[in-house]
């Protein structure tokens, strides 16, 4: 993992360092042609995606969000916004996970910027855990996983979560059921999205 990665400050948060891919395609490619045979997944843990960067950026620049409160970030990938979170003074930060690669990567880039957060390896669709804040980085990029995912995040808010997504334009994001916060044009690795600056908006969650 150190191989192929270096410590960089992110580029809309850069109050925070990661361990990130230095050239995307490559370790792409790599990772791919090496373990797709045995169905572990693409390194989405090392780069930061324009969905995380925003919560970030709005974590940080709003800090009463996460204050004193138990947090949620969901599908992690590289910790971003769970050390976001843990910067802005969260009480607890759990930080979700199936990829055992990412969370290898979690635990580097928590503590190249001094925080701690719990690791949750197992899938949390579905689960309570009594989280009040809950970020959710680019999660719409799959019709089906989408779909459930918002409808768990949609039970969360119901029960009174404050529920934070971050996305680019992803194609599957249901704009109907969120309402805008903010936008920011977020500088992206261009071998991996279409535009090297995606405009990119941190939505809350209708309950």
């Not at 459930?148 to 994001?173: E, F, K, S, T």
């Amino acid at each position: 993992m150190l191989a192929n990665t270096r410590l960089h400050p992110v580029p809309h948060a850069p109050e925070i360092s990661l361990h990130v891919a230095d050239e995307a395609t490559p370790l792409w490619l790599r990772t791919e042609e090496e373990l797709g045979e045995i169905g572990l997944p693409p390194p989405f843990w090392a780069f930061a995606w324009a969905g995380g960067q925003a919560l970030a950026r709005y974590v940080l620049d709003n800090p009463e969000l996460v204050r004193g409160r138990r947090v949620l970030d969901f599908a992690s990938g590289s910790g971003l916004v769970a050390i976001a979170a843990a910067l802005a003074g969260a009480a607890s930060v759990d930080a979700a996970e199936i990829d055992p690669f990412a969370l290898a990567a979690m635990d580097l880039n928590a503590a190249a910027n001094g925080v701690r957060f719990r690791a949750l390896e197992q899938d949390q669709i579905g689960l309570d855990d009594g989280w009040q804040t809950v970020l959710a980085g680019d999660i719409c990029y799959e019709r089906e996983l989408a779909a459930r995912v918002i409808d768990w995040l949609a039970g969360l808010a119901a029960r009174g979560a404050v529920v934070l997504v971050g996305d680019p334009g992803r194609a599957y994001l249901p704009k109907e059921r969120l309402v805008p916060l903010v936008s920011y044009a977020v500088p992206v690795t261009r071998e991996l999205e279409d535009l090297a600056i995606k405009q990119t908006t941190v939505w809350r969650l209708k309950p």
